[in-house]
């Protein structure tokens, strides 16, 4: 895992995201919703409990190949990724994405999805990421 997200921050340095400044207010999920354009998923949020699970079962090869932990992480990120630029990119105009990565798997997956909007290749997009 430790490897995994050392490698991540590593791919972020090379592509020079800039670290964001602390944020001083938390927006939930249902005010980003409705602060936005109406275009939000409204599908199903695994819980945390199933999401250990699936995570748990696409280790073990439970159904499926066997996956690691690092392919589980760059897959989630680069997913959520192409979500972003296809739904969010320019269409709307957004010039900044700040990425919010924390200290476990989920930041690992967040610094993937860094790179992959920094890579993009939106004209003018700054990606910045902040460790909460």
């Known amino acids: 895992v430790a490897a995994a997200t050392a490698q991540a921050s590593a791919q972020a340095s090379a592509t020079r995201i800039e670290r964001a400044r602390p944020v001083r207010r938390r927006v939930t999920a249902a005010t980003a919703m ?18 250990y699970a699936l995570d748990q079962d696409l280790l073990a090869g439970v159904g499926c190949e066997k996956q690691s932990l690092e392919a589980l992480m760059r897959r989630a990120g680069a997913q959520a990724g192409r979500v972003v630029v296809e ?10 994405f700040c990425v919010l990565c924390g200290p476990g798997n989920n930041g690992g997956d967040g610094l993937v999805l860094a790179v992959t909007l920094a890579r993009a290749a939106l004209e ?3 990606v910045k990421v902040w460790y909460p």
Do not use: C, I, P, T
């Open 124 to 126: 003018g997009v700054n």
């Open 87 to 96: 739904r969010a990119g320019e269409a709307l105009g957004h010039k900044m």
């Open 34 to 51: 409705a602060m936005g354009d109406g275009s939000a998923y409204r599908g199903r949020f695994l819980s945390a409990q199933e999401a």
